[in-house]
């Protein structure tokens, strides 16, 4: 089967930004991010990921790849991982919590339980969670740790919103994940939400 690659692959760049990242924090590093902090249904997940160091020719923030080639990457680096951690809150917290909560939270947890094994935490954005972890904006782009989180917690979310369609079908979240796109939003408007939809997000609770 031919595998499906990137036109320019970033090759060890991701790699050596860690490598100065760590130089003077010590390491090794864990680097974490979330998705779908934008989604009108299902949950916010967030991983944290240590890596072996060795390189995987191909990572790069989930967000520029294509699917089979995230895919690969996942089982990569779940293969590869030195430590992993996921976290997601649901619907209902979100709503009950707000999305800002949930996003906190879901980083400093997903770095928290890693803690045994990092020399320091890197999160993708520009919250503030704390003394032991930094934040960076786009470092799914940058780092290779960071980069690697974003796969995992792409890659989760979605077969979990596979896993929702089947109980909730109609609204496409096999598709769409549960972000807005007007196939949703029309469903959203004939049926109404479901119990997994945000009820606080604009659009869907009013």
Known sequence: ??????????????????????????????????????????????????????????????????????AELFEEVLGRAEAVSVVMFPAWWIDRHGLGAANREALTRSIGALDSWAGCGLADGNLKLGPEVECLPRADGASAAVAAASVVAKVLRDHAMHALSEDHPGYGFERNSGYGTPQHRLALAEAGPCRVHRMSFAGVGT
């Open 1 to 70: 089967m031919t595998r499906a690659r990137r036109k320019t692959p970033p090759g060890k760049a991701l790699y050596a930004f860690d490598a100065a990242w760590t130089l003077e924090r010590g390491g090794p590093i864990a680097g974490a991010d979330e998705v779908g902090r934008g989604s009108l249904a299902g949950p916010l997940a967030a991983a944290a990921v240590i890596l072996d160091g060795k390189t995987i020719p191909d990572l790069d923030d989930s967000k520029v790849l294509s699917p089979a080639l995230r």
